[in-house]
C-alpha cells in the first residue's frame, strides 16, 4: 500500500502563499486519485481539494476555490497544494491522502499521512 508524507507548513501572515508538498512511497501512485483534507481544532476533517490518477480532472472545496492548485507529478511520485491569499480561517493540519478513485468524501481514500501544520496569523 502506499505511504504519504506531507510537508511544506508553517506559519505565515494573511495574504501570504505556501506550497504543501505529498511524498509517496510504495507501489503504484499512479493508479491512485489523490485529495488534500484539513482539519482545525474542534472541528471535523474537511475536503480541500482532490485530483484524478492522470491529472486530468480536480476539483476544490468551495472555501478554497481560487485560492488553492492541487497537482501531481507521476514521474517523482509526489502530489502539491499550492495556497495563496491565505486567511485565519485556513489555519488547520493538512492531510494529504490516496482513494483508488476521484472523490471528495474522506471515506474513499485507503491511505493517509500524518499531516503538516499551517499557521494562519492576522
Known amino acids: 500500500q502506499v505511504q504519504l508524507q506531507e510537508s511544506g507548513g508553517g506559519l505565515v501572515q494573511t495574504g501570504a502563499s505556501l506550497t504543501l508538498s505529498c511524498a509517496a512511497s510504495g507501489p503504484n501512485f499512479s493508479s491512485y486519485g489523490m485529495g488534500w483534507f484539513r482539519q482545525a481544532p474542534g472541528k471535523e476533517r474537511e475536503f480541500v481539494a482532490a485530483?484524478?490518477?492522470?491529472?486530468?480532472?480536480?476539483r476544490y472545496a468551495d472555501s478554497v476555490r481560487g485560492r488553492c492548485t492541487i497537482s501531481r507529478d507521476n514521474t517523482k511520485n509526489s502530489a502539491g497544494l499550492q495556497m495563496r491569499s491565505l486567511k485565519p480561517e485556513d489555519t488547520a493540519v493538512y492531510y494529504c491522502?490516496?482513494?483508488?478513485?476521484?472523490?471528495?468524501?474522506?471515506?474513499?481514500?485507503?491511505?493517509w499521512g500524518q499531516g503538516t501544520q499551517v499557521t494562519v496569523s492576522s
Open positions: 485530483i484524478a490518477w492522470n491529472g486530468g480532472s480536480t
Open positions: 491522502a490516496a482513494s483508488p478513485g476521484f472523490d471528495w468524501h474522506p471515506k474513499s481514500y485507503v491511505s
